[in-house]
C-alpha cells in the first residue's frame, strides 16, 4: 500500500559555490550549526555521523522534548542525505546537491520535507500556527545556508 504525506514542503537555492564546499557545509558540525533554524534543535544520538543508519533527535526550541521526533539516516550517498523520522511527525527529509548544468562554480541545493502529524490535534493547529512559521523559517534557513557556502575561506 502506498503511503500518502499529507504536508509537503520544498525549498530550493543556487549557491555560488563547488559541490566540495557544499558538501562540508552540509555536513560538518561547525558550518551546519551556522545555517540551521535555531527554531529546532537537531542532535546526534550517538556522534555526528550522516553514515546510513545514524540516528539523530529533533525538538523544537523552547518545547523540551514535548514535540520531538526521532531521525535516522535512510540513504546517504554524495550529494544526498535522505532522512526518514517519526515521532510528532513522520515521513522523510531529503536534502539534495549538485552541480548547476556546466557550472561547476555553482551548486543546486534542494530540500524536500514530506510528513504527516502523528497527533491528532496537530492536523488542526498546524495549518494556522507551526505549517506558515516552518515555511517561512525553511527559506531564511536557506538564505543562510546560501550566504554559509559562499563565504570565502582565507587561504
Excluded at 80 to 95: I, K, N, R, S
Aim: glycine fraction near 6%; proline fraction near 6%.
Amino acid at each position: 500500500m502506498e503511503h500518502q504525506y499529507t504536508h509537503l514542503q520544498e525549498e530550493f537555492v543556487i549557491v555560488n559555490a563547488p559541490l566540495a564546499r557544499v558538501e562540508a557545509v552540509m555536513t560538518e558540525r561547525p558550518l551546519m550549526m551556522r545555517w540551521m533554524s535555531p527554531a529546532v534543535r537537531f542532535e546526534p544520538l550517538e556522534t555526528w555521523s550522516f553514515e546510513q543508519g545514524a540516528r539523530w533527535r529533533l525538538t523544537l526550541t523552547g518545547l523540551g522534548r514535548a514535540l520531538e521526533a526521532h531521525y535516522v539516516v535512510f540513504d546517504r550517498k554524495p550529494g544526498l542525505v535522505l532522512w526518514a523520522f517519526t515521532g510528532f511527525w513522520e515521513g522523510f527529509d531529503a536534502w539534495h546537491w549538485r552541480p548547476l548544468h556546466e557550472h561547476a562554480d555553482q551548486t543546486l541545493i534542494h530540500n524536500r520535507i514530506e510528513y504527516n502529524l502523528s497527533i491528532p490535534i496537530l492536523d488542526v493547529l498546524w495549518p494556522a500556527t507551526v505549517g506558515p512559521l516552518m515555511g517561512w523559517d525553511a527559506k531564511v534557513q536557506m538564505r543562510r545556508l546560501k550566504s554559509v557556502c559562499e563565504e570565502h575561506k582565507p587561504a
